[in-house]
């Protein structure tokens, strides 16, 4: 198994521009989300999805759409890059379908797409 | 909004010294999960814990969960070169899909 995988592993974007960051899991995983990673400020929710058909946002989704047309893949939208989305972003999947049940599922987070907005 | 505050943000010790990293919030969490993670990697799980109270051993590492599930810390005994690295706690809250995560701690352990 590949786990979760992520391209490209280093952007560079003009502001306004817009781009997709890819993100693909090979094990059969229900839940997927995407990461943003900023200094001194750990990792933060920014969209996530229960299975195929089905997203919802986290704590910070403002500037970017996601969808999840098959289990296999998770795709991050930027639609008009700005500055402020200059960060690490991390794509992670886990088996967990219930939100009632207290999650002890693991996490597998792929190697981070390192993106910086001029 | 939900936070998890970590202390302390930034830790160099020698090798062989002992160390805790906290984890605070004044939300509760059904469960509660440590991760670490490498310069250019993604969070690797360390740990979950699920009840109040709950102490769990991973070799040298001691990981707790506060009685009232609002807090929690990671014990480092001896620590080695090896344990270099950046600590991670996340919160899951029953009734959502999300985890939230801690603002981190650093550690740099000199041989």
């Known amino acids: 198994n590949a786990g979760v995988t992520q391209t490209p592993k280093f952007q560079v974007l003009k502001t306004g521009q817009s781009m997709t960051l890819q993100c693909a899991q090979d094990m059969n995983h229900e839940y997927m989300s995407w990461y943003r990673q900023d200094p001194g400020m750990g990792l933060r929710l920014i969209h996530y999805?229960?299975?195929?058909?089905?997203?919802d946002q986290g704590e910070v989704p403002n500037g970017y759409n996601v969808s999840r047309s098959t289990t296999e893949d998770f795709p991050l939208r930027l639609l008009s890059a700005a500055p402020s989305q200059t960060s690490v972003y991390f794509c992670?999947?886990?088996?967990?379908?219930?939100?009632?049940?207290?999650?002890?599922?693991?996490?597998?987070f792929g190697p981070g797409t390192r993106l910086t907005v001029l | 909004t939900q936070l998890l505050e970590q202390s302390p943000q930034f830790l160099s010790i020698q090798e062989g010294e002992n160390l805790t990293v906290y984890c605070n919030s004044s939300s509760v969490f059904s469960s509660l999960q440590w991760y670490r993670q490498e310069p250019g990697e993604g969070p690797v799980l360390l740990v979950t814990v699920v009840t109040g109270g709950e102490v769990k051993k991973l070799k040298r590492l001691t990981f707790q969960f506060g009685d009232a599930r609002k807090d929690s810390s990671l014990h480092i005994t001896a620590a080695q070169p090896g344990d270099t690295g950046l600590y991670l706690c996340?919160?899951?809250?029953?009734?959502?899909?999300?985890?939230?995560f801690g603002t981190g701690t650093r550690l740099k352990v000199l041989a």
């Open positions: 992670a999947s886990s088996p967990s379908t219930s939100p009632y049940a207290p999650s002890t599922d693991t996490q597998y």
């Open positions: 999805s229960v299975g195929a058909g089905i997203t």
């Open positions: 996340a919160g899951f809250t029953s009734g959502t899909y999300k985890y939230i």
